[in-house]
């Protein structure tokens, strides 16, 4: 796993009576794609699976961090892909759904998020803080200048998040060097079609929680939404370039 090959990565974070890991074996991974399977497949209103895990073919490519209670019960869980270069972007998860031709001649190590899930009966903020501590970890570990992934939007009604999407349109779409291009067959393109934010507070509430954190440490969107109706979610592809993230962020990061 990640630890037997990145030295400088802690064997483990602990934070209010919470613990962040490396999964070390079949059993956390399955654990893992449990807690994946209730959040994005039962909570999804989708059909459960036979075995009751959520899992794919690019499992076997990533690092996988588990986040436990003092009972050891997996409370939070993502995975992460780490890449050499831009050269390496048709290894990933997003460019299934998005033309990352630009972010080719990305020079410096990139690392995929995905799969981020909480359990809906978290309640504790430690639990997100102790994940992103150990998120930080690893980007620090691998010297990345940027982190990216999939940020998604319940359901598949776009209606449902105008504001949100005049928002992003507005404020937080990615830099032209960087934009991704369409690939999927069905999308949303609210770049082109923004209208002016009527209501600030309306369009936060409608973003993802995974997607206002990007944001508020500088992070930037494709200007289009691609519909996945196998997951029952829009999603956005969602770049932070690490030399972006505000000082005082970023050392509260690294604190944990």
Known sequence: MAKDNQPNLPD??????YVARFAQGAED????????????????GRPALAD???????DGRCDHVLVEDSSGRVLCCFRVLALASGAELNMSY????????????????????????VHPDVKDGDVLRIAWGMLAAYVDAQAAGLLFGCASFEGTQ??????????????????????????????????????PVRDHAA??????????????????????AVIDRDMNTLHVFTGLEISAIPAARAKALRSV
Do not use: N
């Not at 009751?52 to 690019?58: I, N, S, V, Y």
């Not at 936060?204 to 289009?224: A, E």
């Open 12 to 17: 483990a974070l602990h934070r209010g009576g």
């Open 29 to 44: 991974l399955a654990a893992a794609a449990a807690l994946r399977h209730l959040c994005f497949v039962e909570s999804a």
């Open 52 to 58: 009751g895990l959520d899992t794919d073919q690019f």
């Open 94 to 117: 997003s460019a299934q759904y998005y033309d990352l031709e630009r972010l080719l001649s990305y020079r410096d190590p990139m690392i995929e998020l995905g799969r981020f899930c």
């Open 158 to 195: 776009a209606a449902h998040y105008g504001d949100a999407f005049d928002l992003l349109a507005a404020r937080h779409l990615a830099p032209d060097a960087w934009m991704p291009d369409v690939r999927a067959p069905d999308v949303v393109a609210f770049g082109r079609a923004a209208k």
């Open 203 to 224: 369009a936060l509430g409608q973003l993802p929680s995974l997607l206002r954190t990007y944001l508020s440490m500088g992070g930037w969107v494709s200007d289009h």
